[in-house]
């Protein structure tokens, strides 16, 4: 779907048809961004309704917004049972966590906390 609210045609992009699901998601997503616009957030943690998220959250989100560069999107990535690769050069160290960039963006899936 587009930005303007269009479909596109299958031949648009062949393989890559989104589920309604997906869809729904990618719509909720916009429209969290639009709310962080319209309430001129500088960030925010926006996230699935079945994440878990860990006890700690706070203090990482606050270790995570001081190396935050405008335009940054930080994916928590917590899919034990897929294996993405992540490169570590000049990943940024947050506890016991790290920013990395990851090496193929397709590998992320559908990621969530």
Do not use: K
């Amino acid at each position: 779907m587009g930005i303007d609210g269009s479909v596109a045609g299958r031949d648009a992009s062949p393989g890559s048809d989104l589920s309604p699901g997906q869809v729904g998601c990618a719509l909720s997503h916009l429209a969290a961004y639009e709310s962080m616009i319209d309430r001129r957030l500088p960030w925010a943690l926006i996230v699935e309704d079945d994440a878990v998220l860990p006890p700690d959250i706070h203090d990482i989100l606050v270790r995570v917004e001081a190396t935050l560069r405008r335009g940054d999107v930080v994916l928590l990535y917590n899919r034990p049972q897929h294996r993405a690769a992540f490169s570590t050069v000049n990943a940024d160290s947050i506890g016991d966590y790290r920013l990395c960039l990851p090496m193929n963006m397709a590998g992320l899936g559908t990621t969530a906390a």
